[in-house]
């Protein structure tokens, strides 16, 4: 008896999105509207009209902002298939109700991927010519095969996972039945022996889409780590480190939306799959910082020339905000609001939060005295602030720890702790990819000669991205009206 | 036929009139002091400088640097459209038409022989007057990539010249337009197949080194190391 008005609770929870437009949901189609009209505006009328000298791209770094998206994106793609197919291979209870989510998030995140390849060329008119004239000799058009085979899989496996709510949705909402009727393409059978052979044949495909989402950002990889010309790419690391980057931005970033999409529809989702998902999180990042620290220590203790260049610019130069926060709030506070016990009694979790906060603190301080330079970046790109820059940013992240360490950490939440971490692991590997992509063009061979090059992104090339962004979050929006986001309970 | 360059340091005056002379040759757009703050210049031949030492023993040394037109060219090996090719002949060309411009090949070239159009060249109205007539080194467009050709314009002309006449081509019959216009003639361009020429023999001096040869390049431009 019980169980059943809970299953009726969350099956009316999960169909509530579909009913109505709130204020709210107006306000925010309209403010993305407004910035995906500011970065077409930036596109075709600077970009396209005057070509890449608007951006900040010059003759020594030629990918820059909208690269390292295109890598990010595609690496939260595969994250988000990797969930959505352990749920069905696996039969995870906990994480069926958000495959759904994290299909979409698959689909549409490698969408904003190819978009920002095709604001990155400089001849957008000639992007057929990949189709047309593809070297199968190119590790891009492996990228444009495997990112081709993906979208379709995940495509099939988003359909096949969907169809059943929607012909249940029919039933539910007869005036917009003749919409439901084009999303499932027709089909209406729901019988139990349907949905069985739906289950089996979703199981055969997540075989295929685990392999798939691996291969996919391995030879995303591969376009950078294949070219001997920029060293600390050209590493057999890369592959790998690209995947792990790949499930834990994925996983954060799938757990950002269950949490945020509970919060704005109030769904039925419950602690045990947030808390799941942390588990996959908090085994995740070690992994990833077990790669960067492989890779700083096979550099540093040869000390090649040229490798090394680029991580001490990496680690004291520049950049060295990007790895500073990257380590610190990206890597470390994360695992930290992941294993750390939820319900502790309010005093011992201060105590214990301020004693990590002394302890960030003091890595932080250490860093001027260690010989870093004031930041470049920061000091370009607002050059009032100059001697400011260095304490600003620091100050910034003191806070910011502060702030997470003594509200996020005590709080008994598993949604704010959960949510807040997986929302630093995304900044985290966002500002790790910058530093990949980045630095190893600034610091290239012959660089006795051409010096460090500089990059600073302009305002044209950051509106465009966030257009596409806010493209993909309007796309989320519009998506969560026409089907339900959570998988129906069966029982109902 | 394997065309190759060999350049001597030792009688390089680092007057990168070469630099000149191939912006003319190949029409390369010229930068306004705005571009070029931004480092957007193009150069297909650029002279790489690097000074050492404080003033009063400063020591400095100068590369002219073309495109190596490599024998395993990165470049080629990654263009995703095949915009970029080696031809028989070993010159490596830029197909403009073709290009999308994904800057992949100027990210996989260790020397940064390549460059890319970022925008529009701004340049006065008397330079068309000056412009190289010649259909193949046409103004390219904005947001492809262009490199150094070793003249191919003039290469194949020669070639066609001699075969209508029906005899081989000489050594030093083509001059690349930085070869030609070379004040201290430190740049010499020539077949490397054939043994008499004279780049291959200069290129069989002690003196020879090839930029980054051990990334397995194999790079055509071959320099005379400063005595």
């Not at chain 1, 499930?247 to 919060?263: D, E, N, Q, Y």
């Not at chain 1, 990949?436 to 465009?464: C, D, K, M, N, S």
């Not at chain 2, 470049?75 to 994904?102: F, M, S």
């Not at chain 2, 890319?116 to 007057?129: T, V």
């Amino acid at each position: 008896m019980q169980s059943a008005t809970r299953a009726e609770r969350a099956y009316e929870s999960f169909l509530r999105p579909l009913y109505g437009i709130s204020l709210w949901y107006a306000l925010g189609v309209a403010g993305l509207l407004g910035l995906v009209a500011l970065g077409g505006y930036h596109l075709v009328g600077s970009q396209w009209a005057q070509g890449l000298e608007v951006t900040g791209l010059n003759t020594s770094i030629y990918w820059g902002l909208y690269i390292i998206n295109f890598v990010f994106l595609v690496g939260v793609s595969a994250g988000g298939i990797i969930v959505a197919a352990l749920a069905h291979i696996l039969e995870f209870k906990e994480f069926k109700p958000i495959s759904r989510i994290a299909e979409l998030q698959a689909i549409s995140c490698l969408i904003l991927a190819t978009l920002f390849i095709f604001v990155s060329i400089g001849a957008p008119d000639r992007f057929y010519y990949l189709f047309l004239y593809g070297r199968l000799g190119s590790p891009l058009i492996w990228d444009v095969i495997i990112i081709v085979v993906y979208l379709a899989l995940a495509m099939v496996m988003g359909y096949l996972g969907t169809r059943a709510d929607l012909v249940r949705c029919m039933a539910v909402f007869p005036r917009r039945r003749w919409l439901f009727r084009l999303l499932a393409l027709g089909y209406t059978d729901i019988s139990p022996a349907a949905l069985e052979r739906e289950r089996r044949l979703l199981r055969g495909l997540s075989w295929a889409a685990i392999p798939a989402a691996v291969l996919l950002h391995s030879i995303t990889a591969w376009i950078l780590g294949l070219v001997k010309a920029r060293v600390t790419w050209h590493t057999s690391l890369l592959g790998p480190l690209f995947v792990v980057s790949a499930v834990a931005s994925g996983v954060a970033l799938v757990t950002l939306c269950v949490v945020v999409t509970r919060a704005l529809w109030r769904l039925d989702i419950g602690e045990k799959v947030v808390g799941g998902l942390g588990k996959v999180l908090a085994l995740s990042v070690p992994v990833l910082g077990y790669f960067l620290f492989a890779e700083l220590l096979t550099v540093t203790f040869g000390g090649e020339t040229a490798a090394l260049e680029v991580f001490t610019e990496m680690v004291w130069g520049s950049f060295a905000p990007f790895f500073w926060v990257n380590l610190i709030v990206g890597l470390l506070l994360p695992l930290l609001l992941l294993v750390m016990p939820a319900r502790l009694s309010a005093s011992w979790a201060f105590a214990r939060a301020a004693a990590a906060a002394a302890f960030a603190g003091v890595l932080v301080m250490v860093w001027p005295w260690a010989g870093g330079d004031a930041p470049a970046l920061f000091a370009e790109s607002f050059p009032a602030w100059g001697a400011l820059a260095q304490p600003a940013w620091m100050l910034g992240l003191l806070v910011l720890l502060i702030v997470v360490l003594t509200v996020i950490v005590p709080s008994t939440s598993v949604f704010v702790r959960v949510g807040t971490a997986s929302a630093l692991i995304v900044m985290g590997v966002l500002l790790e990819r910058t530093n990949i992509v980045v630095l190893p063009q600034l610091h290239r061979y012959l660089a006795e000669f051409y010096g460090v090059g500089r990059y600073v992104p302009t305002w044209p090339e950051v509106a465009v991205a966030l257009g596409i962004y806010a493209l993909g979050a309007l796309a989320f929006l519009v998506l969560a009206k026409l089907f339900p986001l959570v998988e129906l309970p069966d029982e109902h | 036929m394997r065309w190759g360059m060999v350049i001597d340091l030792d009688k390089c005056t680092a007057c990168q009139s070469c630099a000149v002379a191939c912006k003319a040759e190949n029409n390369v757009p010229f930068a306004t002091p705005e571009q070029s703050g931004r480092s957007h210049t193009i150069f297909w031949m650029d002279l790489l400088v690097q000074v050492r030492g404080e003033y009063p023993r400063p020591k400095a040394r100068f590369i002219p640097r073309p495109c190596m037109h490599c024998d395993n060219p990165p470049c080629v090996q990654v263009c995703p459209v095949g915009a970029t090719y080696r031809r028989p002949d070993g010159i490596v060309a830029q197909n403009y038409d073709r290009c999308i411009g994904c800057k992949y090949c100027m990210v996989a070239c260790p020397y940064g022989a390549r460059m890319f159009n970022m925008g529009r060249a701004e340049e006065p109205e008397s330079y068309r007057s000056y412009a190289n007539p010649d259909g193949r080194v046409a103004r390219r467009r904005v947001g492809v990539v262009e490199k150094c050709t070793f003249c191919f314009q003039r290469v194949d002309q020669a070639v066609a010249r001699a075969r209508a006449e029906g005899r081989t081509l000489e050594d030093g019959e083509v001059k690349t337009a930085c070869a030609q216009t070379c004040t201290g003639g430190a740049i010499v361009f020539g077949d490397l197949d054939d043994p008499a020429s004279r780049a291959a023999q200069l290129a069989g001096s002690p003196r020879a080194f090839r930029l980054l040869d051990e990334l397995g390049t194999r790079p055509k431009v071959v320099y005379l190391m400063e005595g």
